[in-house]
């Protein structure tokens, strides 16, 4: 008999989709409802509303969801605005909470968001990269001294996602810093959206906060994102609390630029020599007339390709040509998540861990705007 | 791993650059992990600049902006910003033991170029 009732926060279009189904597929949960703020956008709950209905169960108004008894899990995906208001209600209702990342669109947001998860004492975890296979075989070379000490980290995420568009000639990004607005249809920032896995990775494997950060934006693929003055890359150069160097590249760089998922990997530079960490190994190689990739057709709400329901509504296929010998586990995460629940240890991040990255990344957007050092201590 | 690995590297990346296979150049990220003989061996100083002057080529500029860091004499890392918005990360490095290697990327607007760099170990 499952022992955690879960809500999820969210709906379709939002990473909820996967989440919810990881905490469905386990034997320890019961995923009871779907719930969010009222007042929400039309287009917001209705897409809310299609993923309850998806998964046969009711949509509730949060306040409500949460007065249902013995309800002990919040898996939260609301618009990253949202967060602060949103996290803080659920912890304040005692409420362990599986978070989406990034934590939250403003260093206050989050901060509120780690006070209430002080005050509750329950497990918070926010998504990341900590728990897949390839970032544990990382973290393990460090820890049992395979690698020796480290000189330098280098941590990529680019994102083979999304239709390529022109972006206009001689176009220049002139980077404005972070006005708190993350929530756009066609596109996201990046370095925010992106930039955070690596964010997170540099600081967990190393056990170390950033110290300083400079960085470049740029607007290098899409038009869309042109449009919305957002970034579709980032690059950062950060400095740890030893002084050791640690580099980020993070983006989206287009469905066509790389046979599986986009360059995602780990570079240690270290005592012992020259370390790297891939998603995308071990795994055969794959050429056919049956493996070649064909332009996916545009969906006209998601050109990015970033959610499962509409690469799903325009019956995009898989890339083949590149495939795992051991394929990914998409449930690792929330099932780390309950372990830590049921065993007490503490998450590989955690809301607090989460604040800081959603610092680092803010101070990416105010370096890049005044090209200087900016500093965190 | 020779450093003469990178000059064939630059060659073959700068013929798919001038055949437009990946577009506009955008962004590099250069990671070299090279052999010292000896831990009296020079340092690895220039060794980023010598990549810095291949990408330009690449980006069709010399660059407007540098960060670089230097944690140890025997690594540099490298930040490069270009004045049509093109960027790079660099790092290069020695060692007198384990493995070598390193990885490339070259991001274009219409596509991106790999490489990884499969050196020995000492």
Redesign the interface.
């Known amino acids: 008999m499952p022992g955690h009732k879960v809500i999820g926060i969210g709906g379709n279009r939002t990473h909820l989709e996967g989440y919810i189904r990881a905490f469905a597929a386990d034997p320890r949960c019961d995923v009871v409802a779907i719930a969010d703020e009222p007042g929400l956008p039309e287009y917001r709950e209705d897409l809310n509303r299609t993923l309850a209905s998806e998964l046969d169960l009711p949509y509730l108004e949060l306040d409500d969801a949460l007065q249902i008894d013995g309800v002990d899990i919040i898996c939260a995906c609301p618009d990253v605005e949202r967060r602060g208001r949103v996290l803080t209600r659920c912890l304040e209702a005692g409420m362990h909470i599986y978070m989406d990342k990034p934590l939250a669109g403003a260093g206050d947001d989050a901060w509120k968001i780690v006070e209430a998860a002080r005050r509750a004492g329950t497990v918070t975890q926010v998504f990341s990269q900590a728990n897949t296979s390839w970032a544990q075989s990382a973290r393990s070379a460090i820890d049992n001294g395979e690698t ?1 000490s480290l ?2 980290v ?1 941590c ?1 995420m ?1 994102m083979a996602k999304g239709h ?1 568009s ?2 206009p000639e ?4 002139q980077e404005r810093g972070s006005d708190s607005r993350f929530t756009f249809v066609e596109a996201k920032r990046e370095l925010f959206d992106m930039g955070v896995y690596p964010v997170s990775l540099a600081t967990w494997l190393t056990g170390q906060r950033v110290r300083s950060v ?1 960085a ?1 934006t ?4 899409f038009a869309e994102h042109a449009e919305l003055d957002i970034e579709d ?1 980032g ?3 950060l ?1 740890l609390e030893d ?3 640690a ?1 980020i ?1 993070a ?1 989206r ?2 469905i ?3 046979p599986m998922m986009g ?1 995602q ?1 780990v ?1 240690l ?8 960490f891939s998603d995308d190994e071990p795994r055969i190689e794959v050429y056919s007339q049956e493996t070649v990739f064909d332009n996916p057709k545009r969906h006209e709400f998601d050109p990015m390709m970033m959610w499962a329901s509409t690469r799903r509504d325009v019956q995009q296929a898989d890339k083949k040509s590149w495939q795992l010998l051991s394929p990914a586990d998409s449930t690792a995460d929330v099932r780390a998540f309950l372990d830590c629940i049921e065993s007490g240890a503490r998450p590989q991040i955690t809301a607090e861990d989460a604040a800081h990255h959603v610092e680092v990344l803010m101070a990416g957007y105010e370096s890049a705007k005044t ?1 200087k ?1 900016i500093s965190l201590e | 791993m020779k450093f003469d690995e990178w000059d064939q590297l630059a060659a073959a990346v700068s013929r798919s650059v001038q055949a437009g296979d990946i577009g506009t150049p ?2 590099a ?1 250069i ?1 070299l ?1 090279l052999f010292r003989e000896s831990e009296e061996s020079d340092a690895v100083s220039g060794l980023t600049e010598y990549v810095v002057e291949s990408a330009s080529q690449w980006f069709g500029a010399e660059p407007s ?1 540098r ?1 670089p ?1 230097t ?2 004499e ?2 540099e ?1 490298v ?1 490069v ?1 270009w ?7 660099i ?1 290069a ?1 020695q ?1 007198t ?7 490339f ?1 070259l ?1 274009g ?4 170029i ?1 490489h ?1 760099f499969e ?1 020995s ?2």
């Open positions: 020796g000189l330098a280098h990529d680019l390529l022109d972006v001689g176009f220049v990004r400079q470049i740029g607007n290098y693929f890359f690059a950062m150069l400095t002084g050791t160097p580099t590249m983006g760089t287009g066509h630029s790389h360059q990997q570079s530079i270290a005592e012992n020599g020259y370390f790297r090209e050092l | 955008r962004a990220r990671t992990h902006a960060w860091t944690p140890d025997h690594v890392v930040m910003k004045p049509n918005g093109a960027s790079a990360l790092s490095s060692g033991r384990g493995r070598l290697g390193g990885d990327a991001l607007s219409r596509g991106s790999y990884r050196g170990g000492n």
